[in-house]
């Protein structure tokens, strides 16, 4: 049905829509994430925190004007926090959930701003010159 319908649309039609409603957001590693979309709800991203340092605002969809629900997923993929307003997250419950975190996954970073801190996929350990 949803092929059907796309092919109803003009090619700048398509464009607009790819645009203001995107299928996929890049994270700051540059991971290309599936957004989830519901007739219900505002749309959600799933991601593992780590790969959100750096984003100091929420990502958005319809041109800016519907913030998207991340899911922050801990190392191992189980959620952590559930926000609209990353800004808000990381001022507020951020250091809570570091000092926990910290604890339970001591290989992976956990910066005091994650604001601006550099962005990963990997643990501490690794090192890219080998």
Do not use: C
Not at 6 to 30: C, K, N
Not at 34 to 39: D, E, F, N, Q, V
Not at 71 to 97: C, N, Y
């Amino acid at each position: 049905l949803v092929s059907a319908l796309l092919h109803l649309l003009t090619w700048s039609q398509r464009q607009r829509l790819d645009s203001a409603l995107p299928t996929h957001y890049t994270v700051p590693t540059g991971s290309r994430l599936p957004i989830r979309y519901y007739a219900d709800k505002p749309p959600a991203l799933a991601v593992r925190i780590q790969e959100m340092y750096g984003e100091a605002s929420n990502p958005a969809v319809a041109e800016g004007r519907v913030p998207l629900v991340l899911e922050l997923l801990s190392p191992a993929q189980r959620p952590l926090q559930i926000t609209r307003d990353l800004a808000a997250f990381w001022r507020g419950a951020w250091p809570e959930v570091q000092k926990e975190m910290k604890g339970r996954y001591p290989r992976h970073p956990w910066p005091d701003d994650p604001a601006s801190a550099l962005p990963t996929k990997r643990t501490k350990k690794y090192s890219p010159q080998g």
